[in-house]
């Protein structure tokens, strides 16, 4: 089983919908989870870090579930501009495991 | 402020050559990691220097090697070149502590002919 799984898409959503990623994670013991975005032949970075309680930025909401050991991403009002791949990521003192992303179509 | 500043943007190498990629850190940071992406999937972690060590290291052959100098910038090697070494390769740059924010260089595309 792969350490992060992550559902590829492509989702392809209209401007102004509302879309859901999942991540799954295999260590039970992983401390720290964050969600990065990557543009088409870009470099990735930080969208937003993830904690048990859940957070919100903007129209972005991220949520932890230990329990089950996922990970969620929710977009909100969806703009032309969000359209990328979005990473579900598990920090570590040394390394960070990525998975392989979800690609995200925003259609006007 | 500079960001992770890498070079070559991109190259071309045949099979069984050697390359190195450079890589200097965000200023005021201390560590750098650096990873493979492959067309299609997630950065892989090849390793991680800190102090001008290596601390750890992904699951990759002793063809990749590296190196963090004094001024905490770094080089990655890639020895006897594979087709399968194609890829982007990402330097990351953050501070070696717990729930750090890594900040990426635009990387290095390769291609392996």
């Known amino acids: 089983r792969k350490e992060v799984e992550q559902d590829p898409g492509p989702f392809n959503v209209p401007e102004g919908a509302t879309v859901a990623f999942n991540c799954t994670y295999s260590n039970s013991a992983s401390q720290s989870f964050f969600w990065y975005r990557q543009d088409c032949r870009k470099e990735p970075k930080l969208l937003m870090s993830?904690?048990?309680s859940g957070n919100e930025d903007g129209r972005f909401t991220a949520q932890l579930n230990r329990a089950s050991q996922y990970i969620s991403l929710l977009i909100r009002d969806s703009k032309l501009s969000d359209s990328a791949t979005y990473l579900c990521v598990l920090g570590g003192t040394y390394k960070y495991i990525f998975g392989t992303g979800t690609r995200l179509k925003v259609l006007a | 402020d500079a960001g992770v500043t890498q070079s070559p943007t991109h190259l071309i190498k045949t099979r069984g050559q050697q390359v190195t990629l450079r890589c200097s850190p965000k200023?005021?940071?201390?560590?750098v990691s650096w990873y493979q992406q492959a067309l299609g999937q997630g950065p892989q972690f090849i390793f991680q220097?800190?102090?001008?060590?290596?601390?750890q290291r992904g699951n990759f052959p002793d063809r990749f090697s590296g190196h963090q100098f004094p001024n905490y910038s770094s080089e990655l090697n890639v020895n006897a070149l594979l087709l399968g070494d194609s890829a982007l390769y990402l330097c990351a740059s953050s501070f070696f502590s717990a729930e750090k924010e890594l900040f990426f260089g635009e990387g290095s595309r390769l291609t392996v002919l």
């Open positions: 220097y800190y102090e001008e060590e290596e601390r």
């Open positions: 993830v904690y048990s």
């Open positions: 200023s005021g940071h201390d560590t």
